[in-house]
């Protein structure tokens, strides 16, 4: 059954339908209308259901997490991209890396794979994006840009960049452990098409 045939039994307007069917069954067996009762039944039906109040709008639905972290990621990149005057050489690079390969997870994550052992990992996997996108990304940029400014900066920009480099490789490793449904539905049909053309 549909969400909309499901939304529709449970509407006001459909309640009011049922209560104006049942008045017609109700004058049937009260003696009052004969034999056309179905009709009389099905007519009060559709009053009841035309001038049956409208349900309210429902609630907004909540952004999914994933969206939520897209958007999170995004504005991490645009506020190193604007600070990058006083982050080291290439560490907006590191930064747009980074953000690229966890929208390429999110991707994935929000098509899950058909394989249940994936539909168990995909919590932990998303909890892992969470931490990367919430924590460790803000914690490194902050860190670097909330330094004093003393000479010489190179200790502070190395430290960046091996932070950066271990979130990478964090990102990496997320990126092999989350599956390409769609790699993996066409590797099937290959397989499938295979079987099928090696029969005599």
Partial sequence: MSDRVRRYLGSRKNIAGM????????????????DVWPVVAAGLYGVGALVGPSDPPGEPAEPRLTDALRAEAAAILGRAEARSGALPEGAVADVGRIICALRLVLDRLD??????????????????????????????????????????????????????????????????????????????????????????
Avoid: N
């Avoid at 460790?136 to 502070?156: D, F, H, N, Q, V």
């Fill in 111 to 200: 098509d899950v794979a058909d394989q249940e052992t994936d539909r168990i990992a995909a919590p932990e996997r998303l909890a892992d994006v969470a931490e990367i996108v919430r924590v460790e990304l803000p914690e490194c940029l902050e860190t670097y840009l909330g330094r004093a400014p003393s000479p010489p900066e190179a200790p502070a920009a190395r430290e960046l960049r091996a932070q950066l480099t271990l979130v990478g490789e964090r990102v990496d490793r997320l990126v092999a452990q989350v599956p390409d449904v769609h790699v993996r539905r066409a590797e099937d049909l290959t397989r499938e098409m295979r079987r099928r053309h090696e029969r005599p």
């Fill in 19 to 34: 209560a104006g069917a049942l008045a017609g069954v109700g004058l049937h067996l009260a003696g009052v209308i004969g």
